[in-house]
């Protein structure tokens, strides 16, 4: 088996050598194993073939990776070239995206499953790319616990495996011991400074750190102690000793000499943050491994002035950024429990401060003392993080190493033509908006006032629930709601059909499923069923006796024939490419209300529209054992993605298309396969209004099936009450 491996930093370089020792202990090929890519000091302990040299790729920030292009662009060409020679069964890639997104771009293409082990921080800037993580790769494999809910629902195949720290911190020898190894004797105060491994890093931060440690001890001194003051700065596995020191040698100031022992060290950075009372630590993650190993310290960060320009201005992220107040600040529910001084506000004298404060205020501390127990409770909950991260590498390795090219091909060319369609049928209805702006297609005024439900994505959006949602509430405020829909899948859709209220069932072959449905949950509703929306409506005001409130127009965005006085578009995660879309994202500026209803990676609206959230939440607090699942709706996958969030057990599913008509002899065989084992069906109050139709479905029957209806998640901004309240005024 062969495994291409690529850790261009010294945490990833460490994290991926306790992965490959895993790897090794666990993989039971007849073949060798040959495990090759990018690595450092601690992969190439472990036997690991680098193709590239380590240092090439360690850059961080926009403008760094600027300066080092063509380094990058070298480096790029011989992994890839090592690729395609080598053919790899999976390739695992970890942290560093600028340069890993578009590698897996690549090895996407040649065929090679891909996965991300310690995915991007999107979530702090540039979301979008979670589009190509989707395509891209076929596992994220997360060691931060609170990325689970942005991953979920997004469609990618996310697990969080723990954190790497329990791996590389669980040998680690006793503080008193470690005091003793360093001759730390009581009284005296040590720090551990970690200025950072790349080059570009210790240019910024190694002066500044310095200036703030010796005005941080100067004042202690001033405060009457006397104790011996120690430095320890431990430089990653492999580090250049020489390099550093001649770096180091130019922030010496021969009028002001250092006031602490300086101990300059590689590779034991645990062991050093253990011993020590304080940490002064580059943002990255030590930060999180002096949470775990009880180091109160602060966070800073210095980069290149354009890069922290860039990010000032460009990045709309607000939060904490260090990995120990991400990591704990959701178990916790605080905000930056230690100090982040980033960017322009990482002085030497703020610096100073910080540390002066959290060493002296005893409230400050026992709060980070709080924050490091959670840290280590999370750290060391999950067993051994690389053994799970290791069988999943191994076991999507066996899953597609007989799998032909041609099928990862398919896949490749079955998205390019759902992007293909999505831009043809946006772009007609794009020039059908023009059109209709400009006056050339012209809409017909209703004496009802109109809402418009509609979505820029082809089904799945989950219109229906919405429709119901505004019917409902127009009928409790007393208001008398017409509702006027397509009819998709029903025989009678091209005509023009009336469904009464308050009459008897009407059938979902004849009138499609979502109309029978509307008129199951809101049987005082009128509903017009047909193409001709208008048609329909003037059939309805002939056969009512009363005058109606307001007009529910569903499936409207793409419809022009009557003018709407509100028009709310719902929207998804999903992307063109991903599912089948029928008009540009930068078409919701046109509309109303822009509602989020499934998925967890926030949809992409134009500048200026306030997108609003509504998001589906499935009632199963009456399941109480397994299932078989069956159900005909626009989004299944989103639907399997809920129920197993929350637990629900099922045997087997089956999905059919959107507005799938049953049939009887389907029916039969889920009863009989119930009666067998025991299991009920489950299914969707879409697909129940079709089934119930049926007479082979007895009294005794029907209680084998049970139906799952979604709820509204709604926001504080009582988003139903504003809508009836915008038709009242409008």
Not at 303 to 311: C, D, M, P, V, Y
Not at 369 to 381: H, I, R
């Amino acid at each position: 088996m062969k495994i291409l491996i690529s850790a261009a930093e010294s945490s990833s370089d460490v994290h991926a050598a306790e992965l490959v020792k895993e790897i090794k202990s666990h993989y039971r090929g007849s073949d060798p194993l040959e495990l090759f890519g990018v690595g450092g000091p601690k992969l190439l302990e472990t036997g690991f073939k680098s193709v590239v040299p380590f240092d090439s790729l360690r850059i961080m920030g926009v403008f760094e990776a600027l300066s080092k292009l063509i380094q990058l662009r070298r480096s790029f060409n011989k992994i890839l070239e090592e690729a395609k020679a080598r053919r790899p069964d999976v390739a695992v890639l970890l942290d560093f995206p600028e340069f890993h997104i578009k590698l897996a771009n690549k090895l996407h293409a040649l065929g090679i499953p891909v996965i991300y082990y310690i995915p991007p921080k999107i979530w702090v800037w540039r979301s979008y790319r979670i589009k190509k993580l989707k395509r891209y790769f076929v596992k994220i494999l997360s060691i931060l616990p609170f990325e689970q809910s942005f991953y979920s629902g997004a469609g990618v195949p996310f697990r969080y495996v723990g954190n790497p720290l329990a791996d590389e911190l669980k040998h680690l020898p006793s503080q008193s011991d470690l005091k003793k190894q360093f001759s730390i004797h009581d009284g005296d105060c040590t720090l551990t400074f970690m200025p950072g491994s790349r080059d570009h890093e210790v240019k910024h931060h190694l002066g500044l750190g310095l200036k703030a440690i010796q005005n941080f001890f100067e004042k202690k001194q001033a405060k009457g102690l006397t104790a011996r003051f120690r430095v320890f700065i431990p430089l990653p596995p492999g580090s250049d000793l020489n390099r550093f020191n001649s770096s180091y040698a130019s922030v010496l100031s021969p009028e002001k000499p250092w006031n602490f022992e300086l101990v300059i060290s590689a590779g034991n950075s645990a062991e050093c943050m253990l011993a020590s009372d304080l940490g002064l630590i580059k943002s990255g993650t030590s930060t999180l491994e002096a949470a775990v190993l009880g180091c109160p310290h602060v966070i800073f960060y210095r980069g290149n002035r354009l890069t922290e320009i860039l990010f000032k201005w460009i990045v709309n992220y607000k939060g904490p950024v260090g990995l120990s107040n991400l990591f704990i600040g959701e178990q916790l529910s605080v905000n930056a429990v230690y100090p982040e001084l980033l960017a322009y506000r990482a002085t030497s004298d703020e610096l100073c401060a910080q540390l002066t404060e959290i060493s002296e205020n005893v409230e400050k501390r026992n709060k980070q003392k709080k924050a490091n127990s959670a840290a280590q409770k999370l750290v060391f909950a999950q067993g051994s993080p690389s053994e799970t991260a290791a069988l999943e590498v191994l076991q999507t390795a066996n899953d597609f190493k007989n799998r032909p090219d041609i099928e990862m091909r398919k896949n490749i060319l079955l998205t390019g033509a759902i992007r293909l369609a999505s831009f043809i049928w946006s772009f007609v209805n794009w020039v059908r908006r023009a059109l209709h702006r400009v006056g050339v297609i012209k809409s017909k005024q209703l004496p009802s006032k109109v809402i418009g439900v509609g979505n820029i994505q082809a089904g799945g959006a989950g219109k229906t629930p919405v429709v119901i949602k505004i019917a409902k509430e127009a009928v409790r405020a007393g208001k008398v709601p017409a509702i006027l829909i397509r009819g998709y899948g029903g025989n009678l859709g091209h005509s023009n059909e009336i469904i009464l209220p308050g009459c008897d069932e009407y059938s979902p072959i004849l009138l499609g499923d979502e109309a029978v449905l509307i008129h199951n949950e809101v049987p005082e509703a009128w509903i017009g069923v047909g193409r001709n929306r208008h048609a329909s409506y003037e059939k309805m005001k002939s056969l009512a006796d009363v005058n109606f409130d307001l007009v529910i127009l569903d499936d409207s965005f793409q419809n022009y024939q009557i003018k709407k006085d509100i028009e709310i578009v719902l929207v998804t995660s999903n992307f063109p490419g991903q599912v089948l879309f029928r008009d540009f994202q930068s078409s919701l500026k046109f509309c109303d209300h822009v509602i989020w209803t499934k998925g967890r990676r926030i949809p992409y609206v134009p500048i200026g529209v306030d997108l609003q959230v509504a998001e589906y939440e499935l009632d199963v607090s009456k399941l109480n054992s397994e299932y078989h699942l069956i159900s005909a709706i626009g989004d299944s996958s989103y639907l399997l993605a809920q129920l197993d969030n929350l637990g629900v057990k099922l045997r087997s599913t089956e999905f059919f298309p959107d507005h799938y008509q049953y049939n009887e002899t389907q029916i039969e065989s889920w009863l009989n396969r119930s009666k067998e084992d025991g299991l009920g069906v489950l299914t969707t109050g879409k697909d129940w209004a079709k089934l119930k139709q049926f007479p082979i479905l007895t009294r005794s029957d029907r209680i084998k099936f049970s139906v799952i209806e979604p709820n509204f998640k709604e926001g504080k901004d009582l988003f139903w009450e504003r809508i009836l309240s915008d038709t009242s005024s409008a």
